[in-house]
């Protein structure tokens, strides 16, 4: 195992789709000492579930020692060792932590219903990303689907409020029942139009999943938005 997959860190995750001010809150975890939140990664979680989720239903079939069977070889899978695997894999490539960094952790707008269809889908991803990155702080954003859709490239897609508010939706429930499975202090959801003009509600929410929030640095990050390209979230 590398150093920085074993080293105690503390996991969070920020749970959005485009234009909802995701990467203004992504600075303004960053602001904070030892903090580390990279940026978007394309969903590669995803790949990493459907990999660790195969083995382990594959290391479930009929297991046999002959070279001749249809399962040869899966009497060796260990699902526990592939998952660690996993993990050590994602925390020394996509996130890699520095030496000083104790919260780590990345911001993700691909929870559209393109990629999730509905919340099971998006529950039941959210729920590899606690086996993945153990005790991860999940921070669920959302912003207004009118707003959202006049930003960025949304104004391209004629079906863009249908989008967002079945995305919007969809986040909704997820959260409430990731909050309920996981228990207190794991899981936030804010919403861009309370937290963009109030670092005070920002702070509250993210006090809320045990994170040292300094509300200097947040009211500075707020007062300074960010401009960024098309693609941004």
């Not at 030892?34 to 594959?58: K, M």
């Not at 526990?80 to 990345?106: Q, Y």
């Not at 959302?142 to 249908?162: L, T």
């Not at 429930?173 to 919403?191: C, F, H, K, M, Y």
Request: glycine content about 8%; hydrophobic content about 40%.
């Amino acid at each position: 195992m590398r150093l920085r997959a074993s080293r105690d860190l503390e996991f969070l995750t920020i749970v959005t789709f485009g234009r909802s001010g995701s990467t203004v809150l992504q600075a303004a975890l960053n602001a904070h000492r030892d903090t580390l939140i990279r940026g978007e990664n394309y969903l590669a979680a995803r790949g990493l579930q459907e990999y660790v989720q195969s083995l382990a239903a594959a290391a479930d079939r009929h297991h046999s020692g002959r070279p001749d069977h249809p399962w040869f070889g899966t009497a060796r899978l260990d699902p526990a060792v592939v998952l660690e695997s996993a993990r050590r894999t994602f925390i020394d490539d996509v996130l890699r932590p520095k030496p000083e960094t104790r919260w780590v952790g990345f911001k993700e707008v691909r929870y559209e219903i393109g990629y999730f269809p509905d919340s099971d889908h998006l529950l039941c991803h959210l729920l590899f990303l606690q086996d993945l990155l153990p005790g991860v702080r999940f921070v669920v954003n959302v912003r207004g689907a009118d707003a959202s859709q006049s930003s960025g490239w949304w104004p391209d897609n004629p079906q863009a409020r249908d989008v967002l508010t079945a995305t919007i939706e969809n986040l909704r429930r997820a959260s409430d029942q990731l909050a309920e499975i996981l228990g207190p202090g794991r899981v936030t959801l804010v919403e861009y139009e309370q937290w963009a003009g109030d670092a005070q509600a920002l702070c509250t929410a993210l006090d809320a999943v045990g994170f040292p929030v300094e509300r200097r640095l947040v009211t500075e990050v707020l007062a300074h938005r960010l401009e960024h390209g098309r693609s941004g979230g």
